[in-house]
């Protein structure tokens, strides 16, 4: 089983930054492919970000692609999400991921708990 709990949601201005942590339970979370989710109010949960076991293929989403990064450190079992110039259409509960296999990390196995980011205008 993993677990996966997300931190550093929180409200900013447009054209601002956060950072997102998702820290791992689990030991084998060096073999594992992370990514990130995110679900606005009244919309489906969609991708915004994905990595790789070891961080050398990463893949985002067209409207994150320039703004946003994904890294890992797998000496601290977490993963980030860097997100820069940040919009108010990237407000969002967002959810960290999981999965053995990278090709199926759009459709993980394993979610966290999720942290709300806002982006005021």
């Known amino acids: 089983q993993v677990q996966l709990v997300e931190s550093g949601g929180g409200l900013v201005q447009a054209g601002g930054s956060l950072r997102l942590s998702c820290a791992a339970s689990?030991?084998?979370?060096?073999?594992?492919?992370m990514g990130w989710f995110r679900q606005a109010p009244g919309k489906e949960r969609e991708f915004v970000a994905a990595i790789n076991y070891n961080g050398d293929s990463t893949d985002y989403a067209d409207s994150v692609k320039g703004r946003f990064t994904i890294s890992r450190d797998n000496a601290k079992n977490t993963v980030y999400l860097q997100m820069n110039s940040l919009k108010p259409e990237d407000t969002a509960v967002y959810y960290c991921?999981?999965?053995?296999?990278?090709?199926?990390?759009?459709?993980?196995?394993?979610w966290g708990q999720g942290t709300q980011v806002t982006v005021s205008s």
């Open positions: 689990r030991r084998t979370f060096a073999t594992n492919a």
């Open positions: 991921a999981s999965d053995f296999d990278y090709v199926r990390i759009k459709r993980p196995g394993y």
